[in-house]
Every structure is written in C-alpha cells, then in structure tokens.
C-alpha cells in the first residue's frame, strides 16, 4: 500500500469535509423549503385560556389614514404641524412632520399622543387637571397641552394622534380630531 504524502492527506480530507458540508447543506436547505406543520401543544393552548388577554389596535394603513387627514386639515389652516399616531400602548405607528414645521413639534406631536391614549381623553382636558393634581405633569413621555385626542372603540382607548405646531393648543387639538374622525369614515 502506497502512503499518501501529508499534504495530499490534508487536501483529501478538506474536499471530504467540503462534500460532507454541501450534502448536509443542500438537505436541511431541502427540509427548510417545504416546513412542516406541527399543532401546538395542548398544554400551551389550555395555558392560555382564562390567562391571556385581547386587545384592539389600528393597522397601519388606518393610522396613516388618520395622521394624513390631521396634516390635511393643518394644511386648510394654513398651519405647519407634525402629527403622530400611537397604539394602545404608546408605540408610535406613525408620525408625518409637515413641510415647515418646527423641530419642537415633532416630539411634542408624539407625547401628546401617548398623553391622550393612557388617560383616554383629549389633552386640553387632561390639561384642566393639572390644577388639582400638578405632579402629573411629571409622568415620562407626557406632555399635558392640548393638541391630542384618543380614539377608542366600545369606550376603550386603542390608540392616540397627537398633534403640534399650530400656534395654538385648540388648532392643534382641532386637527387631532379631524384624524379621528376620518378613521370612522
């Protein structure tokens, strides 16, 4: 028997190696293109009656419907606003910086947003209380001047659109609603 020299021996052993990786490549690539479909464990599905909960949210195509239709009516009023739409959670979905409109807005916009969706009512309102309750104006990420409005569905809050800008809280407000309402449209 011939004894191969060890640089042969190295380079045999690397294509072996190589064929062996391609050939177990190609067949999980084969099983990774057709998945198969396990059910889910009963424990899982019974865990999770009575312990899980529902909740509602606005897709993003409808809150971008809702954003466009607060800009646009900024726009009619010759205003220069940024408008932003948050989930139930207070994750921003969207937010549109209108052309012209001040670096402060933008941020304003959002936590005017999430202002009116934690407490599910118009900031101007939420701002009202402040007399009574002035730590609230501590809470992080709110900001307690008119300009956002909730939407809610069955009287539960599912998201906000918060608006900032206009020279006044009421404009800003006024365009806020004009967002909710083209979600009902």
Same mark, same amino acid.
């Not at 800009?71 to 009619?76: G, N, Q, S």
């Given at each position: 028997?011939?004894?191969?020299?060890?640089?042969?021996?190295?380079?045999?052993?690397?294509?072996?190696?190589?064929?062996?990786?391609?050939?177990?490549?190609?067949?999980?690539?084969?099983?990774?293109?057709?998945?198969?479909?396990?059910?889910?464990?009963? !424990?899982?599905?019974?865990?999770?009656? @009575?312990?899980?909960?529902?909740?509602?949210?606005?897709?993003?195509?409808?809150?971008?419907?809702?954003?466009?239709?607060? /800009?646009?009516?900024?726009?009619?009023?010759?205003?220069? +606003?940024? +408008?932003?739409?948050?989930?139930?959670?207070?994750?921003?979905?969207?937010?549109?910086?209108?052309?012209?409109?001040?670096?402060?807005?933008?941020?304003?916009?959002?936590?005017?947003?999430?202002?009116?969706?934690?407490?599910?009512?118009?900031?101007?309102?939420?701002?009202?209380? /402040?007399?009574?309750?002035?730590?609230?104006?501590?809470?992080?990420?709110?900001?307690?001047? !008119?300009?956002?409005?909730? =939407?809610? +569905?069955? @009287?539960?809050?599912?998201?906000?659109?918060?608006?900032?800008? !206009?020279?006044? @809280?009421?404009?800003?407000?006024?365009?806020?609603?004009?967002? =909710?309402?083209?979600?009902?449209?």
């Amino acid at each position: 028997m011939k004894k191969f020299s060890r640089s042969a021996r190295v380079l045999t052993g690397t294509a072996v190696a190589a064929t062996l990786a391609a050939g177990t490549f190609g067949a999980l690539s084969a099983n990774a293109a057709t998945p198969k479909t396990t059910p889910a464990p009963a !424990a899982a599905s019974s865990a999770a009656k @009575g312990n899980t909960t529902q909740s509602t949210h606005l897709t993003v195509e409808a809150a971008t419907k809702a954003a466009k239709a607060a /800009l646009d009516e900024a726009k009619k009023n010759n205003q220069r +606003v940024s +408008v932003a739409v948050v989930d139930r959670n207070g994750n921003t979905v969207v937010t549109l910086r209108g052309d012209g409109a001040g670096p402060q807005s933008y941020e304003s916009a959002v936590k005017k947003a999430y202002t009116a969706v934690s407490w599910n009512a118009p900031t101007s309102e939420l701002a009202k209380r /402040l007399t009574n309750a002035p730590n609230l104006k501590d809470i992080p990420g709110t900001l307690f001047l !008119a300009g956002g409005a909730p =939407v809610a +569905v069955k @009287g539960a809050p599912i998201a906000g659109i918060g608006v900032a800008g !206009a020279p006044s @809280g009421d404009l800003d407000e006024k365009f806020a609603q004009a967002g =909710v309402a083209a979600l009902g449209r």
